[in-house]
């Protein structure tokens, strides 16, 4: 499945890519999961607390940059 970059708007394969090819930033952001409840801040998935700035910027060694809960919310799935 593709998805639209958060940053740059580039195509991402989800499957593969834990990476942006074109921005070099992490593809997965727990603020763009299904699992992630903004109100707790927190991963229904994984039972796990995520505070700022992890959520929204993550890093390589971010919880949601290889996790395999990882959802995208409809928004940011591209359509061809």
Request: net charge positive; aromatic share 8%; glycine share 10%.
């Amino acid at each position: 499945m593709y998805i639209s970059c958060p940053y740059c708007g580039g195509k991402i394969w989800l499957e593969t890519q834990f990476d942006c090819r074109h921005c070099g930033r992490p593809a997965r952001r727990c603020i763009d999961c299904v699992n992630y409840n903004m109100a707790t801040r927190t991963c229904g998935a994984l039972g796990l607390g995520i505070g700022e700035p992890e959520d929204a910027k993550p890093g390589v060694l971010s919880t949601s940059y290889r996790c395999s809960s990882y959802r995208p919310r409809m928004r940011l799935i591209v359509r061809p």
